[in-house]
Nanobody
Framework: QVQLVESGGGSTQAGGSLRLSCTASGSILSFNMLGWYRQGSGKYRELVADVSTGGRKNYGDSVKGRFTISRDKNTVILQMNNLQPEDTDVYFC????????????????WGQGTQVTVSS
């Protein structure tokens, strides 16, 4: 089993910045992806950004150019710049050992979620 501990989140005004951090521990496989999703308005959580142990990064279209994902071993950092009110959501750290979309059969692990609120 994998455990994820999140930190960061909070509130800022439009144009501001926040930083999210997540550290994974437990039965971590040698190949994996760590990242961040947000709840969105649909049934399944939507990708914000993730990064594999090999350094491959993926970003959701709505955050490209504003957010930066990085990792140091089993800690993943999401630097969020130029935040907009539309970014307001609950953000969840994610661990997975498969490249797969989020479905009811998703094989990964979720963090507890942290609130990001952007005013104006």
């Amino acid at each position: 089993q994998v455990q994820l501990v999140e930190s960061g989140g909070g509130s800022t005004q439009a144009g501001g910045s926040l930083r999210l951090s997540c550290t994974a521990s437990g039965s971590i496989l040698s190949f994996n992806m760590l990242g961040w999703y947000r709840q969105g308005s649909g049934k399944y959580r939507e990708l914000v950004a993730d990064v594999s142990t090999g350094g491959r990064k993926n970003y959701g279209d709505s955050v490209k150019g504003r957010f930066t994902i990085s990792r140091d071993k089993n800690t993943v950092i999401l630097q969020m710049n130029n935040l907009q009110p539309e970014d307001t959501d609950v953000y969840f750290c994610s661990y997975n050992y498969l490249r797969e979309p989020v479905t009811d059969a998703w094989h990964g692990t979720w963090g507890q979620g942290t609130q990001v609120t952007v005013s104006s």
